[in-house]
């Protein structure tokens, strides 16, 4: 049996109110696991807990209670390995304009210890489109650019666990689609990757398996297509030969033949059709409503 690339086992995370004596409840209790090769969907509004939740995968935040292991092993007792097995591009565009993308891949790839990584490093700056712009101080990048160098620092040391939180923030939508082609080889390579995004469609293409999570709490875990399922309906236009038009929303898993029988139409009035699923963005919208 195969170890899992993540599991988050009761992980509740508490902070110390600022203005009050009050205990802030950030993560409540959050259980989920990610599957080795496959990408994880990691979603809730501003606040939920996403980011609460990567600081305690990369250590940088203590777990109040429960514990996250890396492939099989837990962050907080061997906290140096995690560190080597996981990469991690933060939501915020980081700056060193001083030093040339070249000079910073460098540098990254020496906090590892990795000090004959060229190899290594031109082969992410052609992926991300970087080697042009290997000479250029961070400083004359543009916002996408920068967005590209912080996937590759994550990506100098090999790591098996790629957190991505947020990273098409703020892009075109020309760089957006080639770092989500990026991702898919990269999963196809084996690297397992958890993701945070406000984009849902893009969650609802490329994850294997969803959490979806709000104030603290852990929603739904599972595929996108279930909660689908479970939180939206189907829409059914029907095109009639008479010139009208009727429109019916149905279950996700209700037939056509089901709908035409409900509504007592028949194929032989009927000119067109037109069937559209519901979408990912809409359960979202309904569950943290709720």
């Known amino acids: 049996m195969s170890t899992a690339a993540l599991e988050v086992i009761n992980l509740k995370k508490t902070y ?4 009050g004596d009050s205990v802030v409840e950030a993560v409540k209790g959050i259980n989920f696991s990610i599957k080795a090769g496959t990408i994880f969907g990691l979603l809730g509004p501003n606040g939920a807990g996403k980011t609460t939740i990567i600081a305690a995968i990369t250590t940088l935040e203590k777990p109040t209670s429960g514990d996250v292991l ?9 906290p140096l390995l995690t560190k080597r097995q996981v990469g991690v591009v933060h939501q915020e565009v980081i700056n060193t304009g001083y030093f040339s993308v070249a ?4 540098f990254q790839s020496g ?9 290594r490093c031109e082969y992410l700056m052609h992926k991300l489109s970087l080697h042009e ?3 250029k101080k961070t400083r004359q990048l543009s916002g996408g650019m920068k967005r590209r160098l912080m996937i590759a620092k994550a990506l100098v040391h090999s790591p098996k666990l790629l957190l991505l939180d947020e990273p098409t923030a703020g892009v075109d939508v020309g760089l957006r689609e080639s770092l989500w082609n990026f991702v898919q080889e990269l999963k196809k390579d084996g690297l397992s990757i958890l993701l945070t995004t406000h984009y849902l469609e893009e969650a609802e293409q490329l994850c294997d398996q969803v959490a979806i999570i709000h104030k603290g709490q852990l929603l739904f875990n599972g595929h996108s297509t279930d909660v ?3 939180y939206t309906l189907k829409k059914f236009t029907i095109f009639l030969k008479n010139g009208e038009k009727k429109e019916f929303e149905e ?15 028949q194929l032989s009035e009927i000119q067109d059709i037109k069937i559209e699923e519901g979408k ?7 569950m943290v409503a709720q």
Do not use: W
């Open 133 to 135: 712009h290997r000479e």
């Open 16 to 19: 110390q109110d600022k203005v």
């Open 111 to 119: 906090y590892y210890g990795l000090f004959k990584n060229k190899e």
């Open 228 to 230: 689908i399922s479970q």
């Open 251 to 265: 279950a996700t898993k209700m037939g056509l033949n089901e709908v035409l029988v409900k509504h007592q139409i």
């Open 280 to 286: 990912l963005e809409k359960a979202f919208a309904k």
């Open 70 to 78: 890396v492939f099989g092993n837990s962050v907080t007792e061997k």
């Open 103 to 106: 000079e910073i891949l460098d």
